[in-house]
């Protein structure tokens, strides 16, 4: 069997495990979950009719095939406060989640790899001890506390950007990435300190190789070097991190969006919080869980492309 | 990974050569002492409210200044290291002890191992923070609850690493002749198992204390976490939002002492990795 196919067909019990503990959740916590989809001020009707739906006398594992089926063909039920499909809900929130999580991402792995490559090549030296020092930093200051921070100097202190909201790309491609800079900096930092340091512990190992010294015996360049030979030997680990750090950002992107405004499916999440739209929030969990496994699974792909061992 | 016995001059060595242990330390040390002597650090009531000095900025009588109902940011900050600490510390011994159960039965019976792994993956594949908001959407917003919440997002780091070391050491000589020989179980997990989790479960116990504090504050500031009443530092960063561009120190405080903990708990982590695994500190 091919590698593809071996590792897509790996990710298919996670997702089916990732739906039995979401659903779970609501049907082996103390509560009734016919209370809870239909939220508190649900009429007794309300309460009975969806009873009804749920099927609530039939085996456990019967309700989950049932409820994985709709889940699976779209339907991640109704939300309460809009009484609309939570799946149209997130659908039209992904746009700006999208657009904030990639421009994070992209400032992470821009800051990330030159630090990490730079200090593990200056390895005990002053400037590794910063690099490194920035990272501790980085990876203790919270997402909400750097968004304020930097909302206080480059918005309110110089004026340079705006405090908060959105604006859609359509409406305006440079007001758009005026209002996403900040927040993916913000964002992007912690999830740059992650990656600063892995790419340092794993460029200290090719470095070390012998192949690095041949091929600074053959009077490699530089740049050659380090991009041909040693950073393509330590980009699993790289990407690695990358594809396990997704988490984090997945978490910071629902922080962020609240520090920031950013009408997002983070957005909705903290909205469904306080309305106490339970729907809302499971349909969330699954798709940032759906996201992540996906996400993991083209960081497993992409191993084929650095090691050919691993094609196999 | 058999370390020579811990000697106070060996610790004291240790220490010398890792600063960042002390240095964490001595922070963190602080903090605990102010969280736990809060009453007597000229703080006043946390929850007292004031209408007349609102929003006052920071100066000689009120250190942090005051927050939009008048209560006092200095006294709020002081007692939030009760509530961020106690989640922390509780959170890391919860899931170090339930994770090292978990951990060892999976690294012994084979049944169990492909179960629970599977399921461990599946946690691990749900961000912490939205596993925590639906346990707490489902059990309501108290402190017991976000103590359980962020512990079973954490549980999956704990299994995952202690089921590791017992599959290597399961292998090992000296396990398999203290086997043949007839140790107890009890005593084989005891002797030669327990010891050797030891070191990278201090290292793992203390990145969770971390992320358990700043997983609360992220409930908290999302309004998933500690009740609204409670003065903690996501709370407080919460209810300065509206004013923030009018009165930031509301926020900076407590977002600063938030900061400071994690980095001193990050510190000691990092430290005590790099004291106990040798191999890493010399790259």
Redesign the interface.
């Known amino acids: 069997m091919s590698y593809v196919l071996r590792r897509l067909l790996a990710t298919l ?2 997702m089916a ?2 739906a ?3 659903f779970s ?2 049907h082996l ?3 009734d979950p016919a209370h ?1 989809l239909a939220g508190e001020t649900a009429t007794p009707d309300e309460v009975a009719s969806i009873r009804a739906a749920l099927g609530l006398e039939r085996p456990f594992f019967e309700r989950f095939a049932d409820w994985s089926y709709s889940v699976i063909t779209g339907n991640l039920g109704q939300s309460i406060f809009f009484g609309r499909p939570v799946a149209d809900l997130i659908l039209q929130r992904a746009v700006p989640s999208i657009a904030l999580s990639l421009l994070a991402l992209l400032i992470a792995v821009a800051i990330a790899l030159p630090l990490g490559m730079f200090a593990a090549w200056r ?1 005990g030296r002053v400037i590794d001890k910063m690099a490194m020092s920035f990272a ?2 980085g ?7 750097l968004g ?2 930097l ?2 100097f480059f918005s ?1 202190h110089l004026r340079w950007l705006p ?1 908060q909201g959105y604006v859609a790309p359509e409406d305006g491609a440079v007001s758009f990435l005026r209002h996403l800079i900040l927040p993916a900096l913000a964002l992007g930092l912690v999830y740059a300190a992650l990656i600063a340091r892995v790419t340092r ?1 794993a460029m ?2 090719v470095l070390g190789q012998d192949y690095m010294r041949t091929a600074r015996a053959k009077g490699l360049g530089l740049w050659r070097m380090v991009v041909r030979h040693a950073l393509k030997n330590a980009a699993v680990p790289i990407v690695t991190v990358i594809g396990i750090g997704f ?2 950002l ?2 910071g992107v ?2 962020t969006e ?2 920031f405004n950013v009408p997002g499916v983070g957005r909705l ?2 909205d469904a ?2 309305r ?1 739209d ?1 729907p809302v ?2 349909g ?2 699954l798709v ?2 759906a996201t ?2 996906l996400i ?1 699974l083209l960081v497993d792909l992409s191993y084929a492309l650095f090691d050919p061992r691993v094609r196999r | 990974m058999n370390a020579p016995p811990a000697t106070a001059g060996r610790v004291a060595t240790e220490l010398t050569r890792h600063p960042a242990i002390w240095i964490g330390g001595v922070i963190l040390l602080l903090f605990i002492v102010a969280a736990v002597a809060a009453p007597w650090l000229g703080t006043i009531d946390p929850q007292r409210i004031r209408p007349l000095t609102r929003l006052r900025p920071p100066d000689a009588d009120s250190w942090f200044g005051s927050d939009m109902i008048g209560r006092d940011v200095f006294s709020r900050t002081v007692y939030g290291a009760r509530i961020s600490l106690v989640v922390g510390i509780t959170v890391a011994l919860l899931s170090v002890a339930i994770g090292l159960v978990v951990g060892l039965v999976a690294g012994f019976v084979r049944w169990f191992d492909g179960v629970a792994m599977r399921v461990m993956d599946a946690m691990m594949a749900i961000p912490s923070i939205l596993l925590a908001v639906a346990l707490i959407a489902l059990t309501g917003a108290s402190l017991q609850n976000v103590i359980f919440a962020i512990t079973a997002a954490e549980v999956p780091r704990v299994a995952r690493l202690v089921r590791a070391v017992v599959i290597v050491l399961r292998e090992r000589p000296f396990v398999e002749a203290a086997r043949v020989v007839g140790t107890p179980f009890v005593a084989l997990l005891w002797r030669h198992v327990l010891p050797n989790t030891l070191a990278p479960l201090l290292v793992q116990g203390s990145y969770i204390l971390a992320s358990a504090v700043l997983i609360e504050a992220a409930l908290s500031f999302i309004g998933a976490g500690t009740p609204p009443a409670v003065p903690s530092w996501g709370n407080m960063i919460a209810e300065g939002r509206a004013v923030f561009q009018i009165a930031p120190h509301i926020v900076l405080f407590p977002g600063i002492a938030l900061a400071i903990t994690v980095l001193a708990v990050n510190l000691v982590g990092d430290g005590l990795r790099d004291a106990l695994d040798p191999r890493l500190e010399r790259r």
């Open positions: 019990p996670v495990t990732v039995l503990i979401v959740l609501l916590s103390p509560g809870v390895a501790v930093l990876f203790s200051l919270p997402t909400f506390v304020y921070l909302i206080l309110v405090v512990a200290l190992e988490g984090m997945i978490s629902v922080v609240t520090v999440t903290v919080i306080l106490r339970y929030i499971q969330v969990v940032f869980s992540y496994v993991n």
